[in-house]
């Protein structure tokens, strides 16, 4: 058999389809802007869920120090039991409703993040196809001519 240097034939072939190392970058720059959108969305809501906690446990402490003080009568501190178990039912119904929003705008942000990127992607995509047909349709031609 004779003696063939395939490197040769690999890089000339390689050569004729060139590869754009720039979609990967550009990928990669797509990917870490992601990351940061939804970063802060994240970051956002933590913040937001730890405001309304916070709020929480300082409206029940505050609440409970009226249970704590000392009564006159018996009857007052059953009294006092019943109004911090319906102030704290109250506080419990509002502040469940405020971690339920930070949740619904959270879901919000990320559909439209989701949305906006996957339409992105398909635009990036159409763009690398349509460049990479021209690409390999020039090298294919210029292959064809050089016979």
């Known amino acids: 058999m004779a ?11 390689m050569n004729a389809f060139p590869m754009d190392m720039s979609a990967y970058s550009d990928a ?5 802007a992601m990351g940061e959108k939804m970063s802060k969305v994240v970051l956002d809501a933590a913040e937001k869920s730890t405001e309304i906690s916070s709020k929480w446990t300082k409206d ?10 000392v009564k006159e009568e018996p009857t007052d501190y059953t009294k006092a039991m019943t109004d911090f178990a319906s102030a704290t039912a109250e506080m419990s119904a509002e502040t469940m409703a405020a971690f339920a929003e930070v949740a619904k705008k959270v ?3 990320t559909v439209e993040l989701m ?12 763009a690398a196809v349509k460049k990479a047909t021209s690409e390999v349709t020039t090298a294919a031609k210029k292959a064809a001519t050089a016979k």
């Open 3 to 13: 003696n063939t240097d395939f490197t040769k034939y690999m890089t000339e072939m």
């Open 28 to 32: 990669f720059k797509n990917s870490a």
């Open 60 to 69: 029940t402490i505050a609440k409970m120090g009226d249970v704590a003080s």
């Open 107 to 109: 879901q919000m942000e």
């Open 115 to 126: 949305m906006a990127a996957g339409k992105e992607a398909s635009e990036e995509a159409t």
